[in-house]
């Protein structure tokens, strides 16, 4: 079993090419109505302006577990719709997740290129600088909790090109 601390990563960087506009990756990450349709299948709500607040909230077997109603908090850095938004993310899982400080999370959307008509480049950098707790958690290190954003880009993944999640969510980690 892993333990949080030896979860050492400063920054991790996720790509995954997704078979849709940048415009339907944009609204699938930004609006509550379609971002509890994949990974943890729990809502989040964004103000999209710089200094806007952002909420991730639990859904019902997150509560049944224990957690709090806001699981993750933070802040809009920069929202420039549909191809980049940056935000501070503060984990609140965990007593150790809660005391580490905020940190940075960036989306940047782009078209994937010639021959990929309709294909969106979809790059997640995490700066999980000074935050290990929340490091093992959004990596995947501890299994155990979901997969972190590895499970979830490859959910949203699935759910905008089949139009169907794969229907895990927490109660079933």
Not at 94 to 111: G, I, K, N, Q, S
Request: include cysteine.
């Amino acid at each position: 079993m892993s333990t949080i601390s030896e979860t050492r990563v400063a920054t991790a960087v996720y790509q995954v090419y997704v078979k849709a506009t940048p415009e339907a990756v944009w609204d699938a990450l930004t609006n509550p109505a379609r971002n509890d349709k994949y990974g943890y299948q729990s809502r989040s709500e964004y103000e999209l302006h710089e200094g806007g607040a952002y909420r991730g909230f639990a859904n019902d077997a997150m509560r049944a577990y224990g957690s709090p109603e806001v699981v993750i908090d933070g802040e809009v850095v920069e929202a420039e719709a549909p191809r980049r938004l940056v935000q501070t993310w503060h984990a609140l899982f965990t007593p150790e997740t809660v005391a580490e400080p905020p940190t940075r999370l960036t989306f940047e959307l782009e078209d994937a290129g010639p021959g990929l008509t309709g294909v969106t480049r979809l790059t997640v950098t995490h700066e999980l600088d000074e935050a290990p707790a929340t490091a093992a958690y959004v990596t995947g290190a501890l299994p155990e909790t979901g997969g972190g954003w590895p499970f979830v880009l490859s959910d949203l993944k699935s759910l905008l090109e089949t139009g169907e999640s794969m229907g895990r969510s927490f109660d079933t980690c």
